[in-house]
């Protein structure tokens, strides 16, 4: 079975700073999909960022990028210069390249402070 | 285009009563996925319709769960008898599924359907 495990129930970080969120993951598959999720208060779940397992390279969207280190199954999301906006429960979830199922840890609740 | 939309925003039973969610996709979208969140939890899979094979329901809690397609495109997540350890906001999400190359699409999520059961 698939686990995600993010550690960090709530985090908070000052308005144009930066913060990185954990997450790991344990799986026996060798090919699988990472994505990080943002849930604000409106509840919509929406696409932050995606990693394929088979790139080296660290993906990158504008202010958020990945640290996704393969073998210690990690895929951290780390958020620059942070925006009142980006306050909001963001999930880290996982899926096997041959299945269906998408797999989200606990969430990290994360606080921008002006 | 329009993304996906769930009803009701908001919905408030009494013990016992049965209750419809409803989900309408992004039109295309042939992968649809229903999931349920507790406070304080993270996203459990309910359950996963493709095309016109046969749903994946073994996220399903209990035989008061279940969950229709219709035509490929609508959906109805229906808990009968509700329990109060059902409240819970319920989320729907669709994608393209399996696309060219193997690659499969992220999902994109309606704004949920929060039911209380008191």
């Known amino acids: 079975a698939q686990t995600v495990t993010q550690s960090q129930p709530e985090m908070s970080v000052q308005e144009a700073e930066t913060v990185t969120l954990s997450c790991t993951y344990d799986t026996s598959e060798n090919n699988y999909y990472l994505f990080w999720y943002k849930q604000p208060p409106s509840r919509q779940m929406i696409l932050v960022i995606r990693q394929e397992a088979y790139k080296q390279q660290n993906a990158t969207e504008n202010r958020f990028s990945v640290n996704f280190q393969k073998a210690a199954k990690s895929f951290s999301l780390k958020i620059s210069d942070s925006q009142l906006g980006d306050t909001a429960m963001y999930f880290c979830a996982f899926m096997k390249n041959t299945g269906n199922q998408f797999y989200f840890g606990t969430g990290t609740s994360l606080t921008v402070i002006p | 285009g329009a993304g996906v939309s769930q009803s009701p925003s908001n919905k408030v039973t009494e013990k016992g009563k049965d209750v419809e969610l409803r989900c309408d996709p992004i039109s295309g979208h042939t992968a649809l996925y229903w999931y349920r969140q507790s406070l304080g939890q993270g996203l459990e899979f309910l359950i996963y319709?493709?095309?016109?094979?046969?749903?994946?329901k073994s996220g399903l809690p209990s035989d008061r769960f279940s969950a229709e397609r219709t035509g490929g495109s609508v959906s109805t997540l229906t808990i009968q008898r509700t329990q109060q350890e059902d409240s819970a906001v319920y989320l729907c999400?669709?994608?393209?599924?399996?696309?060219?190359?193997?690659?499969?699409?992220?999902?994109?999520f309606g704004n949920g359907t929060r039911l209380t059961v008191t």
């Open positions: 999400a669709s994608s393209l599924g399996l696309g060219t190359g193997g690659r499969h699409s992220p999902l994109h």
């Open positions: 319709f493709q095309g016109n094979s046969a749903p994946d």
